[in-house]
């Protein structure tokens, strides 16, 4: 182990934004970005006819209606690390995007709006976290609004999430009276005055936590402030490291992400408590960060980033060593060789090319179809990362293309959709009209606009009389010619029922549950799956909730 090697390794940070819908996580990363020097000036997200929009929304769509429905991914440095943040769409619809996107991270910065607390999307996130025992930090974001009282937030936030809260800021009043945060580490305050775009002049500090200035500039709101403070010296535990990087504490900041107040302490907070790369754990063994030869996961593929060129990015976790442009890599899937010469780090989606790149990082390779969702990229040892997961749809639709001369460009279209995850594509083994499935409503209107605006087809999507999806394995235990023998059995008995996947992997589409209870006891050495991982690997774990 080289102590360059191991140096570089310390130096990087990689987490997550993750939150519910309109949280203020995409103005969040935006902000972050500005105080990192990454970028000038900020875009602003809701507003629809600007002509800047946030650095993370990228899509048309997104552009469009001021979401995020695809996860971004930005580099930047900071105090001497190298930060890859990865920005997740907030929406429901889009949830398996987000998932796999926190199996690629160290940390995540979860973001609550101080208005309505924890939400649905924030506890089912926060399940995905500790499930991976994922360290969290919490941003409570709108200080400047009407907002819950920081106390019952507080509780809230410890009895919904089922983790201690450590504040490292505490808020002096709210909306049109807040007046800034207390650091309750360093005993200072920090004063709020409103911000712009651009990272300006440096903030007004005052000193001490009990300045006596404070209660005649500031009125009731400091004094309700320093009560509450009081009772948290008492009341509060103290941080716990060993806790927080176990994911069973959190610290949490205040502020206001659209007016840059509470950003920079939340910045210097990443670097100095969220955990560098750890082991990554592979069927084989556990591999560690720092360890010279070079490992790396698929976690996401985006198609059409540069309409100009069709092209298909696979975002690729460093597990281990370093990348250098050009090596002789291994697709340990299908034994393909890589040389990859083009490989890029992001800002959203402008792109560098990269010549290095270490444990942590998150690159880009240019592709047409060799990878796929979950892929292990090693120098030739051959291993297996776990965790990428695929669950089943919710809801089915069928598609049909209104012009049959764009026929090929349908397929095309919904074959590189498909590999993305950004909708799951079924081909009947008996009938020709493809199926797509999908967590929520969004994702299919999202997939109508882009195979019309990035492949050039205009596609009818109709109800479809599904409502449950299954992958189906066999395991008798006489042996995998026996097994394979009795899943064809089971696919030629079903065959107006069952549809490959975007891997090949056979999948029963039924109309109602209780037709799968009475699949399963007619059918007693079939397994059926509502989760898979990479091509074709099927477990039974499930996610709670």
Not at 438 to 466: D, N, S, T, W
Not at 481 to 505: C, K, P, T
Request: glycine residues 8%; aromatic residues 8%; charged residues 25%.
């Amino acid at each position: 182990m080289s102590a360059d090697l191991a140096n570089q390794v310390r130096r990087r940070r990689t987490f997550a934004i993750i939150s519910h819908p309109d949280a203020g996580k995409t103005t969040l990363t935006e902000k972050l970005l500005l105080f990192s020097g990454a970028i000038q000036i900020a875009g602003s997200v809701k507003a629809r006819k600007a002509t800047r929009h946030a650095t993370s929304d990228w899509m048309e769509i997104e552009k469009q209606r001021g979401i995020s429905v695809a996860s971004s991914v930005m580099q930047m440095e900071y105090r001497d690390c190298v930060i890859n943040l990865l920005d997740t769409p907030g929406h429901q619809d889009f949830s398996e995007d987000t998932y796999r996107v926190l199996t690629a991270v160290d940390a995540a910065l979860m973001v609550i709006d101080a208005a309505n607390g924890v939400e649905p999307q924030t506890r089912r996130l926060l399940q995905v976290c500790r499930a991976r025992n994922t360290p969290i930090l919490t941003f409570v974001n709108k200080m400047d609004r009407e907002v819950k009282d920081p106390l019952a937030l507080m509780d809230e936030i410890e009895r919904e999430l089922g983790m201690e809260v450590v504040p490292f800021t505490w808020p002096v009043g709210m909306g049109k009276a807040f007046h800034g945060v207390m650091d309750l580490r360093e005993q200072q305050m920090r004063v709020f005055s409103p911000g712009e775009d651009r990272a300006g002049a440096a903030d007004e500090i005052l000193l001490g936590l009990h300045n006596p200035a404070y209660a005649e500039r500031f009125g009731m709101q400091y004094e309700q402030a320093e009560g509450e403070i009081d009772l948290l010296t008492d009341a509060a535990p103290p941080f716990d490291k060993a806790a927080f990087l176990a994911g069973k504490q959190t610290p949490m900041f205040f502020g206001s992400a659209v007016n840059n107040f509470g950003v920079r302490e939340v910045l210097d907070a990443l670097v100095d408590l969220a955990p560098p790369p750890g082991d990554r754990t592979a069927i084989q063994r556990v591999v560690h960060p720092d360890e010279p030869k070079f490992t790396g996961v698929v976690f996401k593929i985006q198609a059409n980033m540069d309409p100009a060129h069709r092209d298909r990015i696979a975002f690729l976790r460093v597990a281990s060593g370093r990348f250098e442009r050009g090596m002789r890599l291994k697709v340990v899937r299908s034994g393909k060789e890589l040389r990859p010469n083009t490989v890029v780090t992001f800002m959203s989606q402008r792109r560098e090319l990269l010549e290095e790149a270490f444990a942590g990082d998150i690159i880009g390779i240019p592709n047409h179809g060799v990878l796929q969702l979950g892929d292990t990229i090693t120098e030739g040892e051959s291993l297996q990362f776990t965790g990428l997961p695929f669950f089943a749809p919710e809801m089915f639709r069928s598609v049909e293309v209104a012009d049959p001369l764009k026929t090929k460009q349908l397929r095309a279209g919904l074959t590189q959709l498909g590999e993305e995850g950004a909708i799951q594509v079924f081909r009947p083994v008996a009938g020709s009209v493809l199926l797509l499935g999908a967590v929520g409503q969004l994702q299919f209107e999202v997939v109508a606009h882009r195979l019309e605006h990035e492949y050039g087809c205009k596609a009818r999507i109709m109800p479809a009389r599904y409502n449950v999806a299954r992958w189906v394995t066999c395991e008798t235990g006489a042996g995998a010619a026996a097994d394979e023998r009795e899943l064809q059995r089971f696919i030629d008995g079903n065959a107006h029922r069952v549809a490959l996947d975007a891997v090949n992997a056979p999948t029963v589409l039924l109309e109602f549950a209780g037709e799968l209870r009475a699949m399963q006891e007619n059918w007693p050495k079939i397994k059926f799956h509502a989760l898979r991982e990479h091509a074709g690997l099927v477990f039974q774990k499930q996610l709670e909730g």
